[in-house]
């Protein structure tokens, strides 16, 4: 078993496993270039999801990345320990993803070109679906009890921080036409228009038949039967997959079968405390 033991980085709590000093460091000072595309997300938004379909979106449907590269060797992480073997080796525009809040971007990020796609996600079913992962993943601390997890969650005290927070921190970002804002439902209800969305927002005017093939190749079922997407590859050592399959359902409202009242109730209480007075209105009702 790998010792869960976070490391924390300006105030969020990071697994080692994943992320050290230096990687932190090389994401600050990484030198970001106009053409680059990131997908930002709290964790369990969808970024796997997105890590499918980005690469798809800008090559114009071409499917050999997602037939041939690892989902995260394909979308680095920003903040991870893969980047800087994989910098060189990106291909203009290049797809990034990150975790990060505004505040911890590299500073060649505010004054680049460079566009962002915020990933929001209901935060309950960001809950239960960090629940699950937390069960399964070895370089995670044991979630104890749904309960438990639920007063972690709402604290911040789980990787990434609160989930109020990040999103508070891309809404607040002056980024005008260098950010979309997209929910995971919306790519749930209707995966073809989200990526036309996407198509206008950077500028690759993708064909009908394009969307439609991407949409396709994209789908939950196909990403898990695709070994380069589905985390088989990764060793059981860090993940358990028997606990729990990385792709679980791919569904939105999975949280009605989780939440009793009180904790809907404790959940509902907490975030819009802290979402109270924002310019923004959340797409979804929290209670």
């Not at 230096?22 to 997105?50: C, H, R």
């Not at 989930?163 to 749930?188: C, N, P, Q």
């Amino acid at each position: 078993m790998l010792s869960p033991e976070y490391i924390q980085y300006r105030g969020l709590l990071l697994p080692p496993m994943a992320h050290n000093a230096e990687s932190l460091e090389y994401a600050q000072n990484f030198s970001v270039e106009d053409t680059d595309v990131f997908v930002v997300t709290y964790p369990k938004s969808g970024t796997i999801w997105m890590q499918e379909i980005l690469p798809l979106v800008l090559n114009g449907g071409d499917l050999t990345p997602i037939q041939t590269i690892a989902n995260w060797d394909r979308v680095p992480w920003l903040e991870e320990k893969r980047l800087a073997e994989l910098a060189d080796k990106l291909t203009s525009p290049r797809a990034l993803v990150t975790h990060f809040p505004y505040s911890l971007m590299p500073p060649s990020f505010h004054s680049s070109k460079a566009k962002v796609i915020y990933v929001m996600r209901n935060p309950k079913d960001i809950l239960v679906s960090s629940y699950y992962f937390h069960q399964m993943a070895t370089f995670l601390e044991d979630p104890g009890t749904f309960d438990e997890f639920l007063e972690k969650f709402l604290e911040g005290r789980v990787m990434f921080g609160k989930w109020t927070d990040h999103v508070k921190s891309w809404k607040r970002a002056e980024l005008g036409d260098r950010i979309m804002f997209i929910t995971y439902e919306e790519m749930v209800q209707d995966l073809p228009a989200a990526l036309r969305r996407m198509s206008d927002f950077l500028c690759c005017n993708l064909s009908d038949d394009a969307i439609q093939k991407i949409a396709k190749h994209c789908s939950f079922n196909s990403m898990k039967a695709n070994r380069m997407s589905n985390f088989s590859l990764v060793p059981k050592e860090y993940m358990e997959s028997d606990k729990s399959p990385f792709l679980r359902k791919g569904i939105s409202g999975d949280w009605k079968n989780h939440f009793n009242a009180e904790q809907l109730a404790r959940f509902t209480s907490v975030l819009s405390k802290e979402l109270e007075g924002e310019s923004f209105s959340l797409p979804w009702s929290l209670d």
